[in-house]
Structure formats: C-alpha cells, structure tokens
C-alpha cells in the first residue's frame, strides 16, 4: 500500500515508487535528511503509484526502472497520460546506456543510478523540479557519444550501409561486388568512405560500431 507522509514546507515533493520495501524505507530515510527535498509517500508498485497521484501531487516521482506487472516506463506513461507536466526521474539498479536511453525516449525527466550518493539524488530532484533534465556526468557522456554516433550512422546512403552491414558481416569485397551488381573497385572506395564517416579506422572497428548498434546478429 502507498504510504503519505506529512510535508516538510519549501521542499520538493516526493513521490518514491519502488517494490523493494528495505530500498524504500533506506532512500526515504536518506532523503529525509536534505533540507530541499522530502518524501511525501511511497508506493510498492506502478498501480499504487497512479491511485497516489489521483489523490496528490507530488512535484517529482522517483520511479523504479524494473518492477513487477507495471515496469517504470510502463507506471510513467500511464502518469503522462493523466498529467503531461508530471516530472519523473527513472532510477535503476541496472544504469546502463540503453535502459537511460529508453527511459527518457519514453519522457523521463532524469535517470539515475541506485547506487548514486544522497546529495547526488537530492540535486537531481532539485533540478527537475525546475524543469532541467538530469543525468549523472558519465552517463550523459555516453549518451553524448551514443547520439554523435547515430547521426553519423544516419547520414550513410541506402548503399552505404547495405556494404556497411555486409562488410561487417565479413563478406570481401569480391563478394560484395558480385551481391550488389558493382565493381569491385567502386565497394572499395565506397568502404573508404564509410570508415571515414563512421570515425572509424577499419573493418574490425565497423563490426564493433555495428554490434553495438544492434545491425549485426550473432549466433
């Protein structure tokens, strides 16, 4: 059951939602300590967070990335749906470049590690409150680097990535040539091309940047 807790005047509000009760009760306990942020309830559960903000308003909900029946992505969509200006921070204990990246493509407004110290949570909240997007340093790094390289990926020609995804697929260029119905000497300049698009130094360097993306499938 969600859980309302009086309000501490001049904090942000809090709404914590997670399906752990010990990582409920210790964040909630952390953040009780900072002066510009209070944790006005908690809920177990997606469905417990939406019957909350029926009833309250909570100016940021701290949202757990991974919980049963309705995940986070799932719980703050269905939030959105009720209230377009809700601010959400998505938190996890699996902080990686892809769950960050699907979190906030979805509409959250920051996204945050577990294991993140109280302060760093603390301002986090504090700067959505005021309408920023928060990452912590690295991972919007990461992101940053994501986004550079999918632009650059974008910019390829439909027969660019056709011999992008079949070099890295370890075709030669003999192959290729013959696939495509080209001269061999034109995949080879074509290959120059890419590599110098994609920042990249060689055909190892492009089965790397494809797996990552997801182009590649491997057995």
């Known amino acids: 059951m969600s859980e309302i807790q009086p309000t501490k005047p001049g904090a942000v509000k809090v709404l914590l939602v997670d399906d752990h009760a010990v ?29 909350f903000v029926k009833e309250s308003k909570p100016d940021v909900i ?3 990335y ?8 799932q719980t703050m969509i269905y939030l959105h ?29 920051g996204f945050i590690s577990k294991a993140c110290e109280t302060n760093e949570l603390a301002r986090a909240i504090c700067l959505v409150d005021t309408g920023e997007t928060y990452l912590e340093p690295e991972m919007a790094k990461i992101l940053a680097i994501t986004n550079e390289d999918s632009a650059r990926f974008e910019a390829l020609s439909d027969q660019e990535l056709a011999i992008a995804r079949l070099l890295a697929s370890g075709e030669s260029t003999g192959d290729i040539a013959e696939t495509l119905k080209i001269d061999s000497t034109v995949v080879s300049s074509i290959r120059t091309e890419i590599l110098q698009k994609l920042g990249l130094k060689n055909v190892a360097g492009l089965v790397h940047f494809m797996l990552n993306r997801g182009e590649l499938q491997v057995d």
């Open 23 to 51: 990582v409920r009760l210790g964040i909630k306990q952390a953040l009780d300590k900072e002066a510009l942020v209070h944790v006005i309830g908690t809920a177990s559960s997606g469905e417990e967070a939406i019957e």
């Open 62 to 64: 701290l949202l757990d």
């Open 66 to 73: 991974m919980m049963p029946d309705l995940n986070g992505i």
């Open 81 to 109: 749906d009720m209230d377009p200006d809700i601010k959400v921070i998505i938190f996890s204990g699996n902080a990686d470049k892809h769950n960050a990246s699907k979190a906030l493509d979805a509409g959250a407004h």
